[in-house]
């Protein structure tokens, strides 16, 4: 397994621990105080230990690169689609002069950040198991 599909499976479960307890404490702390879970997102400052050089290994080549680079396209592209769907809904939503919470602002901050990470890593897992010997 390479660098890069080790931090890909150590992300979805940082991003799958932090959604669970999020779930799990706002019920009983309340929307407000349960955004706290969201710290748990700080683990994945530890990611940069799976691309640590050992003397005389190389840890990522062209096509790791080219993996990465599609994998953040495919991130960025979701995360403008479901943005742009956000920005439509909610005129239907609040109203067209109602205004949006900052609870809902700042949910969907977080989520989004949690929607990127997830879809980039998925989208590694993907085309690393897609095999191929070359990055195109």
Do not use: D, E, Y
């Given at each position: 397994m390479t660098p890069a599909?080790?931090?890909?499976?150590?992300?979805?479960?940082?991003?799958?621990?932090?959604?669970?307890?999020?779930?799990a404490l706002v019920?009983?702390?309340?929307?407000?105080?349960?955004?706290g879970a969201f710290g748990i997102m700080g683990l994945l400052g530890f990611g940069w230990f799976f691309f640590r050089k050992p003397p005389g290994e190389v840890v990522a080549d062209e096509r790791d690169d080219q993996?990465?680079?599609?994998?953040?396209?495919?991130?960025?592209?979701v995360f403008w689609v479901?943005?742009?769907?956000?920005?439509?809904a909610c005129p239907f939503l609040y109203g067209p002069t109602g205004a949006v919470p900052v609870l809902v602002v700042v949910y969907g901050l977080w989520l989004a950040f949690s929607l990127f990470l997830t879809v980039a890593a998925v989208a590694t897992l993907v085309q690393y198991s897609l095999g191929g010997d070359d990055a195109a």
């Open positions: 599909q080790k931090n890909a499976w150590f992300s979805l479960a940082v991003v799958a621990t932090c959604l669970a307890v999020l779930a019920p009983m702390l309340g929307p407000v105080r349960a955004q993996i990465r680079r599609r994998a953040m396209l495919i991130a960025h592209f479901v943005f742009l769907l956000a920005g439509v």
